[in-house]
């Protein structure tokens, strides 16, 4: 049973289009973690969010970690084909991963 | 630096066999954590093994087995394989809990 829910599950765009992606629990974390899986490879960390509020920027990506600690959103501006995947929230140290938005972005 | 590899890759088994899978963790890593992913579903935790004993364990059942070497090296043992069984198993390592887990490609394992 995943703890961690993700949505949407599927997500299929145009490149230079913007999009947000979300994990919901009824949890709450000490800090949660978003991963970026391709295929054929296993999860590759992108980052750690601690704080409730906190906001954490990686080039075109931007990650939130909701004040109460039990949701967080991805959001990606000006998509591009290299951000196709799939992407997983996990709990850190609860070992729990959500299912996933699997995106795709199309040239 | 290598990184995490996992081996074999591939491998199909027939319901009730046996099946064990290996991991080598990135050099300086401590840690190995287990997991299942089924196709289109997240990663689920089978169990982290630290010392060579296992520190903690998620809900599967008592079929799935582990060992770490004095190396760190692990192994994943699944006795009496079902259907349902079948999935991509990683493999995760790290310098004890609290640090950053490097995944490995992952066994894609095939239950006939």
């Known amino acids: 049973t995943q703890l961690l829910e993700q949505s949407p599950q599927f997500l299929s765009i145009q490149e230079g289009e913007n999009l947000t992606v979300y994990c919901n629990s009824s949890?709450?974390?000490?800090?949660l973690q978003w991963y970026r899986q391709e295929p054929g490879e296993g999860p590759v960390l992108l980052v750690t969010?601690?704080?409730?509020?906190e906001v954490k920027k990686l080039k075109r990506l931007t990650f939130q970690f909701g004040d109460a600690r039990k949701d967080s959103s991805l959001h990606i501006t000006a998509a591009q084909p290299g951000d196709t995947g799939l992407y997983l929230c996990?709990?850190?140290?609860?070992?729990?991963f959500g299912a996933g938005t699997r995106l795709t972005v199309k040239p | 630096d290598a990184g995490v590899t996992q081996s074999p890759t591939h491998l199909i088994k027939t319901r009730g066999q046996q099946v064990t899978l290996r991991c080598s963790p990135k050099s300086g890593h401590d840690t190995v954590s287990w997991y299942q992913q089924a196709l289109g579903q997240g990663p689920q935790f089978i169990f982290q093994y630290y010392e060579e004993e296992e520190r903690q364990r998620g809900n599967f059942p008592d079929r799935f087995s582990g060992h770490q070497f004095p190396n760190y090296s692990s192994e994943l043992n699944v006795n009496a394989l079902l259907l349902g069984d079948s999935a991509l198993y990683l493999c995760?390592?790290?310098?004890?809990?609290?640090?950053?887990?490097?995944f490995g490609p992952g066994t894609r394992l095939t239950v006939l």
């Open positions: 996990a709990g850190y140290l609860d070992m729990r």
């Open positions: 949890s709450v974390f000490s800090s």
């Open positions: 969010v601690v704080t409730g509020g």
């Open positions: 995760a390592s790290s310098l004890d809990h609290y640090n950053e887990q490097f």
